[in-house]
């Protein structure tokens, strides 16, 4: 395997691609106990439509959740149980674009990363054990039509977005998962997890060559068709709606704020252009702001407020979410200043201060083995090698970070999404 250094953040990375596509990425940490496992699929809840050695398909939405779930079942046997008996905690979860398996352990790495392998490479679906899967899934559909944080959520998605997958829930709908059958799990299968298409990331103390040769034993077998999916979706840079309310069960109004960016690319250009976003969301209105400050002193935010830059392939949104007698006059708030950052441009000082304080943020963040194997798995996908974000967030001008301000944060880019309390009724 290929080692890579990173003197800066005293890291080291072996990579390799397996003859079948598989990347297989190792962090190694000598001395400490714990071991963590990253299986993943470039592919998410967006990727509904794709072609497979010439043959167009279009799966049901939210099959790729329902087959993160269906990967825990083999036939006569308990997955969880034989990780649980291993000493390891196992997890998975799907995301708009990309799918993970994952355990940590303290013992018994080999035959955990065994097992792990197994169970996403081989496949069992029956229609008993389908039928049965789409009850418990329309129960947790039904779970998340009922909590308000997904709600606000999913309403801002169908304001912002006309066409992007990203308005569609990643669980998907009652009638939508009644569409799934085992032929279409083995299709959807045999498309999102081929090799090409996956990665394999281990943190911890253990041997790279031990991890790569387990990695080319278990996925030798694998099918390697030829697919595309698709990821480019017109979408006009005007929000479907500016608003869009209802009402729930909350003890105070909550809103989440979004702004419609153009798509980032991939690539370091890609990143840079992500690293933009996230620094204008701290200069807007993080928490040490001038803006933050002044709302919380008001009493129009609380804690609970908070926001960032989020991007999946084909979009991108800077948000601000909380609770709030009146959204509105957040939004309002948001707006002027952006207009004023804009006008006025941003201090210098205080860009440095914020550039060191989030570089020394995700710095930290290196000390948690989930966040890295995380990271280095989604920013593989962006075509990205994550261990040199230093050299691209040093790299970000104040000036660059104006210019996104000046063309994100409008009203005509903007939605708010709103969770009024229930009235009582007499």
């Not at 039928?131 to 039509?145: H, T």
């Not at 799990?185 to 911890?204: K, Q, S, T």
């Amino acid at each position: 395997m290929k080692q890579t250094l990173y003197p800066r953040l005293d890291e080291q990375i072996y990579w390799d691609k397996l003859p079948n596509g598989l990347t297989v990425a190792v962090v190694p940490r000598q001395g400490f106990s714990q071991k963590m496992a990253y299986f993943v699929t470039g592919t998410g809840s967006l990727h509904r439509e794709f072609s497979m050695d010439g043959k167009f398909y279009r799966a049901p939405m939210g099959v790729a959740h329902f087959l993160e779930h269906k990967l825990f079942d083999m036939p006569g046997r308990d997955i969880s149980g034989e990780f649980g008996a291993l000493g390891a905690s196992v997890n998975a979860f799907t995301g708009y674009d990309m799918t993970a398996y994952y355990f940590s352990c303290t013992e018994n790495f080999s035959q955990c990363l065994h097992l792990l392998l197994e169970m996403v490479t081989k496949p069992y679906f029956t229609a008993e054990s389908v039928d049965k899967e789409q009850g418990i899934i329309g129960q947790e559909i039904d779970m998340n039509e009922d909590a308000p944080e997904t709600r606000i959520f999913e309403d801002l998605m169908k304001a912002m977005y006309r066409e992007h997958p990203i308005r569609e829930p990643i669980l998907g709908t009652r009638q939508t998962i009644g569409e799934i059958t085992p032929q279409v799990l083995y299709d959807c299968h045999r498309a999102f997890y081929r090799p090409e298409n996956m990665i394999l990331c281990v943190v911890g103390d253990c041997d790279p060559e031990e991890v790569r040769a387990m990695a080319l034993e278990m996925t030798a077998d694998a099918s390697c068709p030829q697919v595309e999916k698709q990821e480019n979706w017109e979408e006009p840079a005007q929000c479907v709606s500016h608003s869009l309310t209802s009402s729930m069960e909350v003890a105070r109004p909550m809103f989440q704020i979004g702004f419609k960016c153009d798509p980032l690319g991939a690539g370091r250009e890609g990143i840079y252009r992500e690293f933009v976003g996230d620094l204008a969301a701290e200069v807007l209105f993080g928490e040490s702001s001038e803006l933050y400050l002044r709302l919380y002193e008001q009493g129009l935010i609380d804690p609970s407020f908070g926001g960032g830059l989020d991007t999946v392939p084909g979009m991108a949104m800077l948000t601000a979410t909380g609770d709030s007698d009146d959204p509105e006059a957040v939004r309002d708030a948001i707006l002027q200043q952006a207009e004023k950052l804009v006008a006025e441009g941003i201090a210098e000082e205080e860009f440095l201060r914020l550039k060191r304080s989030t570089l020394g943020g995700r710095i930290r963040s290196l000390d948690s083995f989930d966040s890295v194997c995380f990271r280095i798995c989604a920013y593989h996908f962006s075509g990205f090698d994550y261990f040199q974000f230093p050299e691209v967030y040093e790299s970000v001008k104040s000036e660059d970070v104006r210019s996104f301000l000046a063309q994100v944060v409008t009203s005509q880019r903007c939605s708010l999404s709103v969770i009024q309390p229930k009235e009582e009724e007499l």
